[in-house]
């Protein structure tokens, strides 16, 4: 099984970025994690602060084999209709992750504009999420009328 997990802009400063809301760990710390966590699932990791390199890494998944996408499109979560429109275009299933619990911080990131075309949404679960997510997507997978 193959899974792409993309990260948007910012969270590559993990571990140093607002650890006291994003944790101590970097990005590399939990792409590894995940990789041990998940040793039978090939993993392939993007970073980008660009919107359209999210996109391009999006749209990938339509040509290369992938059978679902975690996405922690970070700032762009909040209003990038770019985003939304070109999960809405993939054929594999996305879940939406984040670090913090977007719905206790500021009113402009309570709202999601990729959630409406994603299967679920984990919020506040830290470097777990990621973990969650993974474990979402094989249910998806596994049990495709849920
Ligand atoms: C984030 C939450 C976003 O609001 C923020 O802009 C991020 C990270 C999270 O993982 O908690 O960069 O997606």
Do not use: W
Request: one cysteine or more.
């Amino acid at each position: 099984m193959k899974i792409l997990v993309i990260n948007g802009p910012n969270l590559n400063l993990l571990g140093t970025r607002e650890p006291q809301i994003y944790g101590v760990q970097t990005l590399n710390d939990v792409e590894k994690e995940l990789t041990g966590s998940f040793p039978d699932i090939l993993f392939t990791f993007f970073q980008s602060n660009h919107e359209g390199a999210i996109i391009d890494a999006l749209q990938g998944t339509l040509t290369a084999q992938c059978d679902g996408v975690v996405l922690n499109a970070a700032a762009l979560t909040h209003y990038s209709y770019a985003i939304r429109d070109a999960v809405a275009a993939l054929r594999v299933p996305v879940i939406e992750v984040h670090l913090s619990n977007i719905h206790l911080r500021e009113e402009f990131r309570r709202h999601s504009v990729i959630a409406e075309v994603c299967k679920a949404q984990v919020s506040g679960f830290g470097s777990e999420g990621y973990k969650l997510a993974v474990d979402m997507l094989l249910h998806k997978l596994t049990t495709p009328n849920t």
